[in-house]
């Protein structure tokens, strides 16, 4: 019986399944996405991100247990150069997983895993500054005042515009009467 058991072992021994999501994380980091089976892809998202958590804290210790991970100096790299500087202010969930349905050969699930960040379509693209790397909470209490703050300067673009019609309105009278 398998209790408890959450490990997904992609019917492979500890060994074979440790070198495939090792060399999936190498090749997800390289690349930025890859496409993969769906378990592949769910086992791969389990592996890499406490790896891209650890790459965030850039100290020879951490850089020592990516690499006992990865087993490839450039991945190594990568991770702690490019890819930490990306989601230094992400609090996680750094990896998306998007379905592409029936691999035609053996009708296998597929899906695409990338790195969030590094999409320009749905995120924020390469060229927007990202804001400060402070902790984020879902309390609402600052986005109440924010919503106040951003009222109050629709109420005052409204009254600029209000002031602008109403001066055209008195020019064109002025015309007229002329």
């Known amino acids: 019986m398998r209790h408890g058991d959450k490990v997904n072992n992609l019917g492979r021994t500890a060994s074979h399944r440790k070198a495939l999501l090792s060399n999936l994380a190498i090749q997800l980091i390289t690349h930025k ?3 993969t089976t769906l378990a592949k892809a769910k086992s791969l998202r389990t592996y890499v991100e406490p790896l891209i ?3 965030k804290d850039n100290t020879t210790h951490q850089r020592r ?3 006992s991970y990865l087993q490839d100096k450039d991945a190594v790299t ?3 150069s490019t890819v930490a500087a990306k989601v230094a202010g992400r609090p996680g969930g750094y990896t998306r997983i998007i379905k592409l349905g029936a691999r035609v050969g ?3 699930e597929t899906a695409l895993i990338e790195l969030v960040d590094f999409n320009e379509i749905y995120g924020k693209g390469k060229g927007e500054a990202k804001e400060a790397a402070g902790k984020k ?3 609402a209490g600052g986005s109440r005042k924010k919503a106040a703050g951003e009222t109050e300067e629709v109420a005052a673009e409204a009254k600029e515009g209000k002031a602008k ?3 055209a ?3 064109k009278a002025e015309e007229k009467a002329k």
């Open 137 to 139: 909470t879902r309390r």
């Open 169 to 171: 309105k008195e020019a």
């Open 106 to 108: 053996d009708n296998a």
């Open 53 to 55: 958590t650890k790459a």
């Open 65 to 67: 247990m990516v690499f």
């Open 78 to 80: 990568e991770l702690f």
């Open 165 to 167: 019609t109403n001066e």
């Open 33 to 35: 996405r890859i496409v």
